[in-house]
């Protein structure tokens, strides 16, 4: 790559409300490479409710101005003079880890998640609202076979941490067991596909104000669908909750003695705290009852989550934006527009 190139980016520059000036567009220098790291073109990055979590300030980026972005798939363009993995012209994805030390326990035990050096791509480090984006080769992986470029960028954080949130469960795809799904956006809706591939016995219920994203939910083979304050035909064994708001921690009431509640978010609004008033300890947290919280993701997770979505042939359902229209995207995901996974696209702009 010529030295001194420019590209275009969006970036966040300041925290505050969202609105139409949250994203900047503008020129940067092409990321060099150095011993070990790719240079990826970027083709393609999904969207995520986490990039409004930055914006608005509920989680605080290291760098600012810094570029969003954390599914991220493109084309190995440089390498550095170490790299082994990939060569150039390689097809690779990038997730929302970016880095960690490699060296403290919680790395050595597999769960360099919760390192303390852990770094977030598009948070921590410059992501994929970008013509190029580059990153550590053994931080990148190769897209699987059999999906579009397109269709592969939601697996790297969507369906990844999904498929996270899933193992938490716990749950082992016996008869009788049952699932609940709070919300029904770009994550629990490839959850619901991947419950309906590995556990075809697991009966899975969703809860989704949007009427639209119920209608969606049963046409994907939900055994049912219903509003927050509706009641599902049956105790849930876990539930997983992929909405920013606190309201639907209230669902604990429907959860089985010694069931596990997994949020799937990386931070909750303030605008509805007060709901967790209306918790009752008796009825929705006693007998074992268990809140569980999903924190980042290894480099393991999406190597198991990428290999599932090869093999079961597992595809989210993308709703496509051009490269310039990144601000409306955010604006529709925080209005609640959603069906499938959003997905900014690079080419041809």
Not at 115 to 133: I, L, M, R, S, V
Not at 154 to 173: H, M, N, S, V
Not at 191 to 197: E, F, I, R, S, T
Request: charged share 30%.
């Amino acid at each position: 790559m010529e030295k001194g190139k420019m590209m275009k980016a969006w970036v966040i520059d300041k925290v505050g409300p969202l609105s139409p000036d949250s994203l900047k567009l503008v020129e940067l220098p092409v990321p060099e490479v150095k011993e070990d790291e790719i240079l990826v073109k970027v083709y393609f990055c999904g969207i995520c409710h986490t990039e409004l979590d930055e914006i608005e300030g509920r989680v605080t980026p290291d760098i600012l101005p810094v570029v969003p972005g954390h599914q991220i798939v493109g084309e190995v363009v440089e390498v550095g003079p170490k790299v082994k993995k990939f060569k150039i012209g390689d097809k690779v994805g990038a997730g929302w880890i970016y880095s960690s030390c490699q060296r403290c326990e919680y790395c050595q035990r597999g769960l360099e998640n919760l390192c303390q050096e852990f770094k977030a791509t598009g948070k921590d480090a410059n992501g994929g609202y970008a013509e190029y984006f580059k990153i550590k080769e053994t931080f990148a992986f190769a897209i699987p076979e059999g999906l579009t470029l397109m269709e592969a960028a939601p697996l790297f954080c969507a369906g990844a941490i999904g498929y996270r949130a899933l193992k938490l469960t716990q749950l082992k795809g016996e008869e009788g067991e049952t699932l609940g799904l709070s919300g029904f956006g770009a994550s629990n809706h490839l959850v619901l596909k991947l419950v309906k591939a590995l556990f075809p016995k697991v009966k899975t219920y969703v809860f989704a104000r949007n009427p639209k994203q119920r209608e969606h939910a049963l046409s994907l083979g939900a055994d049912w669908a219903g509003d927050f304050e509706e009641t599902p035909p049956e105790g849930l064994k876990a539930i997983i909750d992929t909405t920013p708001v606190w309201r639907p921690l209230l669902l604990l009431k429907n959860l089985k003695p010694n069931g596990r509640f997994i949020i799937n978010a990386v931070r909750k609004e303030e605008q509805d705290k007060e709901k967790l008033l209306f918790l009752d300890y008796g009825r929705d947290l006693w007998l074992e009852k268990e809140i569980k919280s999903v924190a980042n993701i290894t480099r393991q997770d999406l190597e198991e989550f990428l290999s599932l979505a090869k093999r079961l042939k597992l595809k989210p359902e993308v709703i496509g934006y051009h490269f310039y229209e990144a601000p409306k995207a955010l604006l529709e995901l925080k209005e609640g527009r959603i069906k499938g996974a959003k997905v900014l696209t690079m080419v041809n702009f």
